[in-house]
Every structure is written in structure tokens, then in C-alpha cells.
């Protein structure tokens, strides 16, 4: 049984695992996929998550005080980060166990190291990587291709899970290529 309150507003995803809590004003793209034990929340302000992005598992999505949370597309949210009242732009991968806070706004393209604090009212230009407790532009380089590429997997990923495979084939990988 899927956990979503009637204020959450889905557009054709991929694959919604029956584990995730939706709750409040929250809009989410077609194509993306919301993976095990992810929650969000959105009693004000609301959560804008873009096409075929995709929030993987224990993924902690919430508003800011005064800030909504705006994902763009094709971003990859990896396991245990925590978005709160932010704004990131379309092909930004988030590493693993990072923390983005309020007010933050941060460019298409960019990566966001594991285990990075990117503390409050932070901008970050397009094409950045971001790295460190609290987190600092490190090298500016455009990751779009490759940023898009695990958006890509995962989104095939999503689309087997949502049929009940749980495996790649072949052809999927074959598919990644193109």
C-alpha cells in the first residue's frame, strides 16, 4: 500500500516503491522514481521534483521555513541525502549521505560530494563540484553527460522494477548506450 497523501500530485512515474511516504504539497514529474524508505514532506511551501529524476532509498526530502525544495530533472539523488528548502538545478547528482539546507541553489550539471554540508543560503554556478563539511566549489566542469547517464540507468532501473524485474538484461545495458 502506497503512503501518499491526497495533496501529492504524480505525472506518469516510473516506479513508486510501497515503502515511501508522500505527504503534503508535493509534484513529481514523469518518469521518476522514488525508491525504499525515502519520505517527504511539504506542510508549507510545496516539493518540485523534475522528469525522470530519480530519489533513492532513505532519501529525506523536506521545505524550509521560508523555502520550498525544487529538484530539476534528470538529477540523481543518491542514498541517505537529506534536501531541505533548496533549489537544485536539471542533471545534479547528490552523493551519497549529503546534506543541502536551506536557501541553497546550485547549478544544472553540478555534483554534490558524499557526506557534503552545504550549509544555508549557499550558490553554486552550473557545472560545479561541491565537496567538504561545510561545502566548497572544488572544480568547476560541465557533468552533464555523465550526470545524465545515471539518471538514465536509474530510470530503466524504475521501469523494470514497476514491470517486477529486478535485473538488467542485455538489452538494457545495450539501451544505457544509446
Not at 62 to 68: C, D, I, N, Q, R
Not at 102 to 110: E, H, P, R, Y
Not at 147 to 162: Q, W
Amino acid at each position: 500500500m502506497l503512503n501518499i497523501s491526497p495533496n501529492v500530485t504524480l505525472n506518469n512515474p516510473a516506479f513508486i516503491h510501497d515503502t515511501a511516504f508522500l505527504y503534503g504539497k508535493i509534484s513529481m514529474g514523469e518518469g521518476t522514481s522514488v525508491w525504499p524508505y525515502v519520505v517527504m514532506r511539504a506542510e508549507m511551501h510545496e516539493i518540485l521534483i523534475g522528469e525522470r529524476t530519480n530519489i533513492q532509498d532513505h532519501v529525506m526530502i523536506h521545505v524550509g521555513y521560508e523555502t520550498p525544495t525544487v529538484v530539476g530533472e534528470d538529477c540523481s539523488i543518491t542514498h541517505r541525502v537529506v534536501l531541505h528548502g533548496c533549489t537544485l538545478g536539471d542533471r545534479v547528482l547528490v552523493g551519497i549521505g549529503a546534506t543541502i539546507m536551506d536557501g541553497v541553489k546550485i547549478g544544472d550539471n553540478s555534483i554534490v560530494a558524499g557526506n557534503s554540508i552545504v550549509t544555508e543560503g549557499s550558490e553554486f554556478p552550473k557545472n560545479s563540484i561541491l565537496a567538504g563539511s561545510p561545502a566548497k566549489l572544488i572544480k568547476t566542469r560541465d557533468n552533464s553527460v555523465a550526470n545524465l547517464m545515471n539518471a538514465k540507468f536509474y530510470n530503466l532501473n524504475a521501469l523494470n522494477y514497476s514491470k517486477g524485474f529486478d535485473r538488467f538484461s542485455e538489452r538494457d545495458f545495450a539501451a544505457l548506450k544509446n
